[in-house]
T-cell receptor, first 111, second 113 residues
């Protein structure tokens, strides 16, 4: 069973801090994704990666960056956290044309 | 890019009744349509999916139908049970390299015992 693990379940950070959200998958999936989930807006894609060191912007990349130095790890970086980045962040991975496996999510609060 | 619309946003049904959730998509190149169920406080889980060469797929009480001409697909849950209460997301994937999914905004289904 594929496991996608997000390092933190809850995070509270201050405005202006640099924030790192980590995601690790254990099934050698090529594709990894970061979404944010907000009430009424569903799941919105921030960034995705289809290979090591490769990344593509999603629908809402502003204020975020990502890093994929190893195949199993995909990091989301908030360069300077702002209150409008308070949200649930979901990482997912997939293999080719198959459905995603999601992590448990990180609920980030920026104060 | 792809745009997926999902309706209704909330749905309440009596236990034992059927529930139907509908989605439309914009990109005719989309060829993969999964449905995810997210229970309160948990991660979204894939419950059923359909590919563009199939019109209908069933798995016990759950079925998905696809109309490629009209660009819409639907989730049908029969004999609903309280444990079906959750948020359901539809999604569509285009033929881009990473096969990223475009999600609908979700439907909160409540099954009333």
């Amino acid at each position: 069973d594929v496991k996608v693990t997000q390092s933190s379940r809850y995070l509270v950070k201050r405005t202006g801090e640099k924030v790192f959200l980590e995601c690790v998958q254990d099934m050698d999936h090529e594709n990894m994704f970061w979404y944010r989930q907000d009430p009424g807006l569903g799941l919105r894609l921030i960034y995705f990666s289809y290979d090591v060191k490769m990344k593509e912007k999603g629908d809402i990349p502003e204020g975020y960056s990502v890093s994929r130095e190893k195949k199993e790890r995909f990091s989301l970086i908030l360069e300077s956290a702002s209150t409008n980045q308070t949200s649930m962040y979901l990482c997912a991975s997939s293999f080719r044309l198959y459905g995603y496996t999601f992590g448990s999510g990180t609920r980030l609060t920026v104060v | 890019g792809e745009n997926v619309e999902q309706h209704p946003s909330t749905l309440s049904v009596q236990e034992g009744d059927s529930a139907v959730i509908k989605c439309t998509y914009s990109d005719s190149a989309s060829n993969y349509f999964p449905w995810y169920k997210q229970e309160l406080g948990k991660r979204p889980q894939l419950i059923i999916d359909i590919r563009s060469n199939v019109g209908e797929k069933k798995d016990q009480r759950i079925a998905v139908t696809l109309n490629k001409t009209a660009k819409h697909f639907s989730l049908h849950i029969t004999e609903t049970q309280p444990e079906d209460s959750a948020v359901y997301f539809c999604a569509a994937s285009t033929r881009t390299g990473a096969n990223n999914l475009f999600f609908g905004t979700g439907t909160r289904l409540t099954v009333i015992p």
